[in-house]
């Protein structure tokens, strides 16, 4: 498994906790059909399906249709539980650019049935994450500006402010449920415009003051 990098040295801390939310913007929840939550909406992910910048997403022989999704990462480094909102960015270290890959045809197969979205979002290497910035260097976590491209097209563009949830809030939550800890990570969510990416693709993800994070596809 990849160590996590902090402004291009190798972070004091493995990574922990994958913990993802979402539906955390309303037009991203518009395009799957999916109700606004009245509380984050929160699953895990494996530490490994993470992976580094210039490293390779795989398409897993399972799925069929597998989509990109681009989100604001947010690093860890104090440990805590039940954090108020107030304090909650004290507990944030660093920031960087995710990808939470989705195989998007298992994921829908298992809303249909009830059952979790554990398989679709899994998988080795459906984590993708850049170097991460020192949390200091970014003023406002919610006046961020998001982009994503595949093979140079943008698929995906939009802007933190659009979050139901801020980042403070859902440090918060999270630590209501599980004793955050130095090296977890928590995926914000994506705004709209998830699509698929195929065998050779080349995907480049960026967030306003963060280290660019690029992956290329393949099917092995």
Request: hydrophobic share 40%; charged share 20%.
């Amino acid at each position: 498994m990849p160590k996590l990098t902090f402004e291009g040295r190798v972070a004091p801390h493995r990574c922990g906790k994958i913990l993802c939310i979402g539906s955390n913007y309303a037009l991203h929840a518009a395009e799957m059909s999916s109700p606004l939550p009245v509380e984050p909406l929160i699953f895990l992910k494996p530490s490994s399906a993470l992976i580094s910048c210039n490293e390779t997403v795989v398409l897993p022989p399972q799925s069929q249709e597998v989509h990109h999704e681009v989100e604001l990462v947010v690093l860890i480094v104090r440990s805590g539980k039940n954090i108020d909102r107030r304090d909650a960015l004290d507990f944030v270290g660093g920031y960087a650019v995710g990808l939470d890959m989705t195989a998007r045809d298992l994921q829908t197969k298992a809303k249909a049935k009830g059952k979790p979205w554990s398989v679709a979002k899994g998988f080795d290497t459906f984590a993708p994450v850049g170097d991460f910035a020192a949390a200091s260097t970014i003023e406002d976590p919610q006046k961020l500006e998001i982009s994503l491209t595949v093979d140079g097209t943008v698929r995906q563009r939009g802007s933190t402010k659009d979050m139901v949830f801020s980042v403070a809030e859902l440090v918060s939550f999270c630590s209501s449920i599980f004793s955050l800890e130095p090296g977890d990570l928590i995926y914000t969510g994506t705004p709209a415009g998830v699509g698929p990416v195929t065998d050779g693709d080349l995907i480049v993800a960026s967030i306003t003051g963060l280290p660019e994070l690029r992956v290329d596809v393949r099917r092995i």
